[in-house]
């Protein structure tokens, strides 16, 4: 009989302790869990859902709950006693993933690279993560989430806001940088065949040219060579006249010698012959 009673008030108790904590209320959303740990896959995922896994189930078996619990991916449910570092809070926005269970509840990314962070109510003002250390390196959040056993020293990660927005930084400037040799190159290629083209015009214009010139040049030569040969038969006095100017005239008699007189220092148009 005692032990029945010691029983029943165990579970009161636990059930007491269970209905003291208030409906967990969002914080914020953040590019790391911290120290929070991966506690289940819950297929319709919602605020109320977690805070079953963090608090009631771990009450019932004998644990005392979790102040701290974060939700991403849509079905992953994270529980843990201390919040995330505030140098990895990020804007709500990021945090656009509706919770399966619940449209009007937000579970993170869809993705899992940010998380809404809620308090379960156990505590008024859960602990927050010491800042990460910049040598410590980072742990990726799928191996953190696929060892449910792993400690809360062990799942600490770096942030990943500044690397990602430093990734989308550098990536417009990479495609920018890109844009600007290619464009470059084309405009270096068009004038290299601008300028070919330009030099095999001006080549065949001068070469064009000095042909023409070379053709009226010999055009000239032979036709100051080549003159024209004078036909006698269209000419009647050259008929009555010998070819050669300087030939001696059958019809005279050169055998004597012929003394001419010319009036007025002209010649006659017949001359007066006398003989010795």
Known sequence: MKALQSIVLVALAGCAHVTMASDPTYYACYSSPGKLVEKGDLEFNSRGDC????????????????????????TLCYCGNTLPNDSLKVDDSKCKQACPGFDSETCGSRLGEYFSVYTTGLEDDPDMDEAPSSSVASTSKTSSSSDPTTTSTTTSASPTTTGDSEQQTSTPEKSTNKAAVAAGAVVGVLAIIALGVGVFIFLRRRRRQEVEEEYRRSAAVRGFVQKPALDNRL?????????????????QDYSRKILRVYINSSPPRSPIELGS
């Open 51 to 74: 805070h079953e896994r963090c608090v009631t189930t771990e009450v019932a078996a004998g644990g005392d709950g979790y102040a701290v619990m974060a939700m991403t991916k849509r």
């Open 235 to 251: 000419d009647p006095v050259m008929v009555q006249r010998r070819d050669s100017v300087g030939s001696i005239a059958d019809n």
